[in-house]
């Protein structure tokens, strides 16, 4: 079978693989970057438990292609932590027991990062409305929502 050679950014570091023309992105961070933060819950793009941003575009990964990345910048869940310190929405889903089983917080973060990155201050339904595209089948979605605006509140702040 044919294999294609893709240079690319991830998480700000040069990252190079082989991957077959078919191989979906999700599979290539998992499988051959060693990348397991985002999951694959439906591998239809339904459930947003592997959304990653791609050149700042959020999308889920299962419907992705790791051909399409070729000279792109990936910025994964592993991404968001700056060593140690985590990020303040990462502190934030701690402190409000914002999550349970774990699938899907993963996609909800890098998602509710990518809305606070163009809109700092979002309303709660603009909130809700960009979290709807990531599913959550053990909380309800209230902590979720407390937890990114209260996240929002403190980096604002900072």
């Known amino acids: 079978m044919k294999t294609i050679h893709v240079s690319t950014t991830v998480n700000g570091d040069p990252a190079e693989f082989v991957c077959a023309p078919d191989e979906p992105l999700l599979d290539v961070l998992r499988n051959r970057l060693g ?13 947003g438990a592997c959304s990653v941003l791609l050149d700042g575009r959020l999308v889920c990964s299962c419907l992705v292609l790791g051909a399409e990345a070729e000279g792109a910048e990936i910025s994964t869940i592993e991404g968001m932590a700056d060593g140690d310190r985590l990020h303040p929405l990462q502190q934030a889903f701690i402190d409000h ?3 349970q089983c774990g699938i899907c917080t993963p996609g909800i973060l ?20 960009w979290l709807a595209g990531n599913l959550c089948r053990c909380t309800g979605y209230d902590k979720i929502v407390t937890a990114v605006m209260d996240a929002a509140a403190k980096m604002r702040a900072a």
């Open 35 to 47: 990348l397991t933060g985002a999951k694959e819950g439906c591998g239809t793009g339904d459930c």
């Open 97 to 99: 027991a914002a999550l």
């Open 110 to 129: 890098v998602a509710a990062k990518a809305l606070l990155d163009k809109n700092p201050d979002p309303g709660e339904e603009e909130l809700r409305l």
